[in-house]
């Protein structure tokens, strides 16, 4: 049992540098598998998510290396690809982690075959796989679900064009990779626009890969025979960058954050101005700075670039201290707002109506003990618990530290009282 300790009432001051992001990284290792050989991909994340990953290639034969420690919080993976791999993955693993529904574009791809477990549900909605299972037959796989595992062949991948009815991330991935190993043009339209898609696109490039698009709604795809492995390095996690962005402000802070890309959250850094901070670009990064109460803002969760998902529990969290009331609404998953039952036993006012929360900010929040029932409301629990007197224990702390590389320990360096404790099960 991992259990985050929370200390409240510093305020985050210093530097903190972010490595490389858990759904790029995640994704561009599933990307190895189109090229025999071996890939190397740097700025990997030391996380649980990444260690599953390498679980799962290794399953399918691949060698996977993970070397951490070369940099804080950071390391990189070594991938060897055989000629022959193996098309089957686990359903302990797939459970575990639902983005290892990744490997589903490149097994099609390279071997004509994948089985790969249906995930389910998890706790922030249902994620169905409808968008994936469209698109890929209109590439020519046919696609059967069987005693719950989805099973793809195709004697052949043919391009075609595919319009995704939500530009959902994990769809746009698996065409990607499925779309450059097929016969001909196959284009993406609403395509997702993330930072992380865009990063994939220049790793299948740099393997050889013909893709014209990347960071547009068009992704366009012009099939070649074969690609060949690389080296790559993982652009920088914009949600790790944000959640201390958001601590930052919601603890009257000052934080330099190295390897930041501001114009990636361009709207999360925004609503921060307009409550109040001062967001600089330096040279490798951003500083923020916040010398009054924030004031309350109100937000929408849209797809890239709109306000992401993944930051809104921390946009909860910075309303619940605001000045004011703020009206925040969830487009991306259903069941987002679930954790908001933890933030009111801090001391929260929230009023949940569907998928809308109406906040009403207090100057402080008071500890209790509360759970994580996923990596991002995780990290947003964590952070009320900075602003809330006393202490606060965050239990499910195994959800974070799948997202977070030593969460506690970068926000110690930045003068938080934060521990990360683990015991074993009972
Ligand atoms: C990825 C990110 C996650 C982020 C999300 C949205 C990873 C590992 N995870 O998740 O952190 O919050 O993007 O930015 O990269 N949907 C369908 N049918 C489909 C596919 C999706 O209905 O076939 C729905 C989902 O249920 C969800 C919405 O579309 O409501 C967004 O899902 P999607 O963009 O696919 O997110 P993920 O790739 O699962």
Known sequence: ?????????????????????????????????????????????????????????????????????????????RIGVPQRLGTETDYELVRRMRAAICVLGPLLARCGRATVPLPGGDNIGSRGLDLHIAGLHRLGADIRNEHGFLIATADALVGATVWLDFPSVGATENLLMAGVLAKGTTVIDNAAREPEIAD???????????????????????????????????????????????????????????????????????????????????????????????????IVTLPYPGFPTDLQPMAVGLAAVSEGSSLITENVFEARFMFVNELVRLGAEVQVDGHHVVVRGHERLSSAPVEAHDIRAGAGLVLAGLVADGRTEVSGGHHIVRGYPDFAGQLRALGADVTLNTTPDA
Not at 23 to 52: F, R, W, Y
Not at 202 to 220: Q, Y
Not at 230 to 258: F, N
Not at 260 to 280: F, N, S
Request: proline fraction near 3%; glycine fraction near 14%; charge should be negative.
């Open 200 to 298: 994939l696109v220049s790793m299948l490039v740099a393997m050889g890969a013909k893709i014209d698009g990347a960071g547009t709604s068009t992704l366009e795809i012009v099939g070649v025979e074969g690609l060949q492995p690389v080296q790559h390095t993982t652009v920088p996690d914009r949600v790790v960058a944000g959640t201390l962005a958001y601590g930052a402000v919601m603890t009257g802070g000052d934080v330099l954050i190295r390897n930041g890309r501001t114009h990636h959250l361009d709207v999360p850094l925004g609503k921060l101005t307009d409550a109040g901070a001062e967001v600089t670009s330096i040279d490798g990064g951003f500083r923020i700075v916040m010398d009054r109460r924030p004031r309350a803002v109100d």
């Open 1 to 77: 049992m991992n259990t985050f300790a929370v200390n409240g009432g510093a305020r985050l001051v210093g530097t903190a540098t972010v490595t490389g992001a858990k759904n790029s990284a995640l994704k561009l290792m599933a990307a190895a598998l189109l090229a025999e050989g071996t890939s190397t991909i740097s700025a990997v994340p030391e996380i649980a998510d990444v260690a599953i990953m390498g679980e799962v290639l290794r399953r399918l034969g691949c060698d996977v290396e993970l070397d951490h420690g070369q940099e804080s919080g950071a390391g990189s993976a």
